[in-house]
């Protein structure tokens, strides 16, 4: 059975509650980024999100919902380059959920998400190579991996891409 889920952009300094309560749990963020966002850290991203999120209607960063409860479960994400060519695609779920089919339901959503935007031919995520459980969601929906290479602090990454709405 597919998890229900929805999606609302973050819009406003009242969606901050939602966002920080991702940033600031430390079983989601050291797997993701190596540490925890502090308050001022998740403030200032967060103004660059609400920003962002106002420059195309159909990109940006997303609160995740459970259908069927309401209750907020995430984050999902679709970025593109300046041309709308190529977008990537990001999710974070509370540790509640993982495991569940959640990651797989909202990866499925944002890619549906990118088809609908003909200009974008490419969709890429990125992944901590030891995060078996979201290297499987990529590759369950069509991702192939490209390269593995080290970040900023020294740990490795994983570039997957995806080819979509190909005229060929």
Not at 41 to 46: I, M, P, R, T
Not at 121 to 141: E, M
Not at 160 to 165: A, E, L
Request: with cysteine; glycine share 8%; aromatic share 12%.
């Amino acid at each position: 059975m597919k998890n229900e889920i929805y999606l609302k952009k973050f819009s406003c300094e009242v969606d901050f509650e939602y966002f920080f309560k991702l940033v600031s749990n430390k079983e989601i963020m050291v797997m993701n980024y190596g540490r925890v966002f502090t308050l001022e850290e998740a403030k200032k991203y967060y103004e660059k999100v609400l920003s962002s999120n106002g420059k195309h209607k159909d990109l940006g960063q997303f609160k995740v919902f459970e259908a069927i409860t309401n209750n907020f479960i995430g984050l999902g994400a679709i970025v593109a380059n300046e041309e709308v060519t190529e977008a990537e695609i990001e999710y974070l779920l509370l540790p509640d959920y993982w495991g569940k089919g959640y990651g797989s339901s909202i990866a499925e959503t944002l890619i549906s998400m990118a088809e609908g935007i003909k200009s974008i031919k490419k969709v890429t995520a990125t992944a901590d190579p030891n995060n078996v459980g979201s290297k499987k969601i990529l590759l369950k929906n069509g991702f192939v991996s490209s390269k593995v290479y080290e970040i900023d602090d020294g740990s490795l990454a994983e570039m997957f891409n995806k080819t979509i709405n190909d005229i060929n």
